[in-house]
């Protein structure tokens, strides 16, 4: 089925470890984005990709890396994991003119 | 982004009509009102967005006020699917990004 898919959907890491969240939308999309969501709360932007080549820091970035790799994909890595990046993130694209953004599933992540 | 307004939360019959209110003061020329829901542990689902005109779909129609102020959601015939938290976005036609606030909790019951 046409969509974002990010994998994986659940990990536990420990504090100070590393970790890339993968993210692949098969639509053609030209921007994509990477999202937090913490219980209770809204999604919060951490980093966008408005096109292949291009990246630009949301609203809660710091503690995050994130490499377009392709028109496809669109890494996010947390270097050194800390207990306040446990969360659930969440992938989206947006393809030009396209209406909606199309989310994926979510990666819930646990930071112990 | 202009900054968006909702209830909490909000109960709804099942087969009955949703009506969710969302206010906008602040919302600009060229800013358009996006409607998603999350349904649990789910990725939030695109449903609607309008600019000035009402808009209908299969999912669901929106009405915005002739002052662009305010704006409602209504999902005609609710069903227990629909239990879900709703989110009023308002974004610009070239703005790259969605904002989300608390949203609005709505529970269909039967």
């Known amino acids: 089925n046409a969509g974002v898919t990010q994998t994986p959907k659940f990990q536990v890491l420990k504090t100070g470890q590393s970790m890339t969240l993968q993210c692949a939308q098969d639509?053609?999309?030209?921007?994509m984005y990477w999202y937090r969501q913490d219980p209770g709360m809204g999604l919060r932007l951490i980093y966008y990709?408005?096109?292949?080549?291009?990246?630009d820091k949301g609203e809660v970035p710091n503690g995050y890396n994130v490499s377009r790799l392709n028109k496809r994909e669109f890494s996010l890595r947390l270097e050194s994991a800390a207990p306040s990046q446990t969360s659930v993130y969440f992938c989206?694209?947006?393809?030009?003119?396209?209406?909606?953004?199309?989310f994926g599933s979510g990666t819930r992540l646990t930071v112990v | 982004d202009a900054k968006t307004t909702q209830p909490p939360s909000m109960d709804c019959a099942e087969g009955r009509a949703a009506n969710l209110p969302c206010n906008h003061s602040t919302i600009s020329g060229n800013e358009y009102v996006y409607w998603y829901r999350q349904i649990h542990s789910q990725g939030p689902q695109y449903i609607i967005h309008?600019?000035?005109n009402n808009e209908t779909n299969e999912m669901a129609s929106l009405i915005i006020t002739e002052d662009r102020k305010s704006s409602t959601l209504i999902l005609p015939h609710a069903t227990l699917r629909d239990t879900a938290v709703y989110y009023c976005i308002v974004r610009g036609g070239n703005d790259y990004k969605l904002s989300f606030g608390a949203g609005t909790t709505v529970t269909v019951r039967a």
């Open positions: 989206a694209s947006r393809g030009q003119g396209a209406n909606g953004y199309t």
């Open positions: 639509m053609n999309h030209n921007s």
């Open positions: 990709s408005a096109s292949e080549g291009t990246t």
């Open positions: 309008g600019l000035k």
